[in-house]
């Protein structure tokens, strides 16, 4: 395990270590928060004033064995997938679940929990996964609700169109019967004259 004492060192100087900003960024909005080394002749920040932003310096940086670790010590693995999990140990290593699918993520801490893996980007996996097969299964639920009801519409749409059939049939068949009597009547006429 690492040392503890060179851990609290580091979080020691962490926690006065400034955020070392480029000169005049606080002044302005379109000069990023980032460090640029100032490069002006007359630049106080660059001749180090006493009154100035400090520099970025060797004595700020955190020391080497403790470097890339989490607070805890742990040394950080990205899991993008069930193979990265092969050889981790649990003693010196800590899972950091990448940006993948839920089903993907489940799977991951489901194989975690059940070797008893630190994750650090999730609190309480057990509670994660339990949450999100809720809203899947509530999402399957409301998607079944869905279409259920789109089958009713469809199912009453398609009686009222077949009612609306017979109303048209019907009254073709009452045209033709009437056209049919018609066309015999003038005939009637016809053989009259």
Aim: aromatic letters at 4%.
């Amino acid at each position: 395990m690492v040392n503890t004492r060179l851990l609290e060192q580091r979080n020691k100087t962490k926690g006065k270590k400034p955020n070392f900003l480029r000169q005049d960024a606080h002044r302005t909005k379109s000069l990023e928060k980032k460090w640029i080394k100032p490069k002006g002749m007359h630049s106080k920040m660059r001749m180090k004033l006493r009154s100035r932003r400090v520099w970025p310096s060797s004595g700020y940086c955190s020391p080497n064995e403790v470097k890339g670790l989490t607070r805890k010590g742990f040394q950080p693995i990205l899991v993008r997938n069930l193979k990265n999990l092969e050889g981790f140990d649990s003693k010196t290593q800590i899972v950091v679940v990448g940006h993948v699918g839920l089903k993907n993520k489940i799977q991951i801490l489901k194989k975690c929990i059940e070797n008893k893996y630190n994750v650090d980007n999730v609190k309480s996996p057990q509670e994660f996964i339990t949450n999100i097969e809720n809203k899947i299964v509530d999402k399957k639920k409301v998607k079944k609700d869905k279409e259920d009801k789109k089958k009713k519409t469809k199912d009453e749409q398609n009686k009222k169109v077949t009612k609306e059939e017979k109303k048209e049939t019907v009254k073709e068949s009452q045209e033709e019967t009437k056209k049919g009597e018609k066309s015999e009547k003038i005939k009637v006429l016809e053989k009259k004259q």
